[in-house]
């Protein structure tokens, strides 16, 4: 399936980041716009504090639920 992401707008976005990329890397990111999408959709969603595991210590039974 072709990305959602319009050749023109992905110059504009290039543009306006200042970056300079050449027509390969373009393709590149283009081919990972829908996923990025995707996965921005689920980072901006509340989550609780299990969600930092690694920060957590001593979380009782009902926390697993």
Do not use: C, N, W
Not at 12 to 40: F, N, P, R, T, W
């Amino acid at each position: 399936m072709p990305p959602s992401l319009t050749k023109e707008a992905l110059d504009y976005l290039v543009a306006s980041a200042g970056l300079d990329l050449d027509e390969a890397q373009k393709a590149d990111l283009a081919s990972i716009h829908d996923e990025l999408q995707m996965m921005k959709a689920l980072v901006r969603q509340p989550r609780g504090h299990m969600a930092e595991l690694a920060h957590t210590y001593g979380f009782a039974e009902e926390d697993l639920a």
